[in-house]
């Protein structure tokens, strides 16, 4: 059984960093892509930051890269979301998503597994 992790989550100020992690478990044996999105109160869950665990450029859409930045260390199940300087606009439940194939537009129909999320609040 696949299952995802995500831990890192809390309070914290404005101008910090933050990192988030995702560990997986169970049969990851076809799963080799990760995806990090976030989903604000009353707003749409948005695509963060992209990777292929095996190695590779990670991805990031358009307004996303710069401050984000995901990783994978090499054999290693975790993988991480680091934020550098937030604001209050990143408070939102984030999401690790597992897939099979390389999610192109970084849409949640291109994973196929989540974990249930951990919760950021930026205060300012």
């Known amino acids: 059984q696949v299952k995802l992790l995500e831990s890192g989550g809390g309070t914290v100020q404005t101008g910090t960093s933050l990192r988030l992690s995702c560990v997986d478990s169970?049969?990851?044996?076809?799963?080799?892509?990760r995806g990090w999105f976030r989903q604000a109160p009353g707003k749409q869950r948005e695509g963060v930051a992209a990777?292929?665990?095996?190695?590779?450029?990670?991805y990031y859409p358009s307004g996303k890269k710069g401050r984000f930045t995901i990783s994978r260390p090499y054999g290693k199940a975790t993988v991480y979301l680091d934020i550098d300087n937030v604001s209050p606009e990143d408070s939102a439940m984030y999401y690790c998503?597992?897939?099979?194939?390389?999610?192109?537009?970084?849409?949640?129909?291109?994973?196929?597994?989540w974990g249930q999320g951990t919760q950021v609040i930026v205060s300012s």
């Open positions: 169970g049969n990851m044996s076809t799963l080799n892509y």
């Open positions: 990777i292929y665990t095996p190695g590779g450029s990670p």
């Open positions: 998503a597992a897939g099979h194939k390389w999610p192109a537009l970084l849409r949640e129909s291109d994973f196929d597994y």
